[in-house]
Nanobody
Framework: QVQLVESGGGLVQAGGSLRLSCAASGTIFSNMGWYRQTPGKQRVLVALINSYGSTNYADSVKGRFDISRDNNAKNTVYLQMNSLKPEDAAVYYC??????????WGQGTHVTVSS
């Protein structure tokens, strides 16, 4: 059974930092990353990292967020978020996929940024 367990969300002041973690298990994952969603809007990509360490970021977070991945047995992906802005506030979802075309999602973690 595939599981993605997120942690690290919370409340932070604008300009502050948070680190999200997602521990994944149950299969061999290809891409792992983070999406975010605000009320009434679609879920959008924040950052993605493949099994070789290549990364992809949304333009809005480039230079502020850093995604990394621990490819040992824990299959953990991290999102270091710096210089947070009120517009970064959202529910952040961990994402992973495998080589068979299956997509997996975490339960979501809230990030609130106060101005």
């Amino acid at each position: 059974q595939v599981q993605l367990v997120e942690s690290g969300g919370g409340l932070v002041q604008a300009g502050g930092s948070l680190r999200l973690s997602c521990a994944a298990s149950g299969t061999i994952f290809s891409n792992m990353g983070w999406y975010r969603q605000t009320p009434g809007k679609q879920r959008v990509l924040v950052a993605l990292i493949n099994s070789y360490g290549s990364t992809n970021y949304a333009d809005s977070v480039k230079g502020r967020f850093d995604i990394s991945r621990d490819n040992n047995a824990k299959n953990t992906v991290y999102l270091q978020m710096n210089s947070l802005k009120p517009e970064d506030a959202a529910v952040y979802y961990c994402y992973a996929d495998d080589d068979y075309g299956h997509n997996y999602w975490g339960q979501g973690t809230h990030v609130t940024v106060s101005s």
